[in-house]
């Protein structure tokens, strides 16, 4: 599990070994079991996230009682609310596991003593969430210009693995449709691909 978050350091800092070990020697790490529930609606997150195996879902409860699924988080993502931190806002969102996962724990109130002691790693969280920015603002605007197939057939494209990992209701859910729309979808694409 630590490969992973070395190389996840490697792609984004210029730390040498020494450094990077050091940093990884005192990170949490922590196993959590499928349901858990990591921060919910309404609450202030006080942790921040680094998927190393598992499914994590992020959904609201819109005031009908329904849920909307916004994102799933799965190996090599990072999952955290930094603005809701900084502000004591309350979060919109439920995190919560869908399988049993591996998580690197991240508390919001101790990042700065890191980034005292390892001044890249403000600069690594900064390109992280540049990145990650930025590809929160293409997969939204692809989503708004695009047809429910598209939606689909982009998240087959992109995260392949994912429609076998999660309910397909919080899959429709996820993808803006009902799971019957989701189901006729798949339905026609299993035609074409035939």
Do not use: W
Request: hydrophobic content about 35%; charged content about 25%; overall charge negative.
């Amino acid at each position: 599990m630590r490969r992973i978050l070395f190389k996840y350091l490697t792609k984004f800092t210029s730390l040498n070994e020494e450094e990077q070990q050091a940093i990884v020697d005192n990170i949490l790490v922590e196993e959590y079991k499928k349901g858990t529930v990591l921060l919910r609606q309404g609450d202030v997150p006080a942790q921040c996230y680094f998927v190393l195996k598992g499914c994590v879902r992020q959904y609201l409860v819109d005031e009908t009682g329904k849920e909307i699924t916004s994102n799933f988080y799965t190996e090599e993502q990072a999952i955290s609310m930094f603005n809701h931190h900084k502000i004591e806002k309350s979060s919109e969102y439920t995190i919560t596991c869908l399988e049993d996962c591996v998580l690197v724990v991240g508390n919001l109130d101790t990042k700065k003593d890191m980034y005292n002691q390892y001044t890249q790693l403000e600069s690594m969280t900064r390109r992280m969430i540049e990145e990650n920015f930025g590809q929160v603002q293409d997969e939204f605007a692809s989503f708004i210009a695009s047809t429910p197939e598209e939606r689909f057939k982009a998240l087959l494209l992109n995260r392949p693995g994912l429609i076998d990992r999660v309910p397909q209701h919080q899959l429709a859910s996820y993808l803006g449709i009902t799971p019957e729309s989701l189901s006729r979808i798949k339905k026609r694409i299993h035609q074409d691909n035939n």
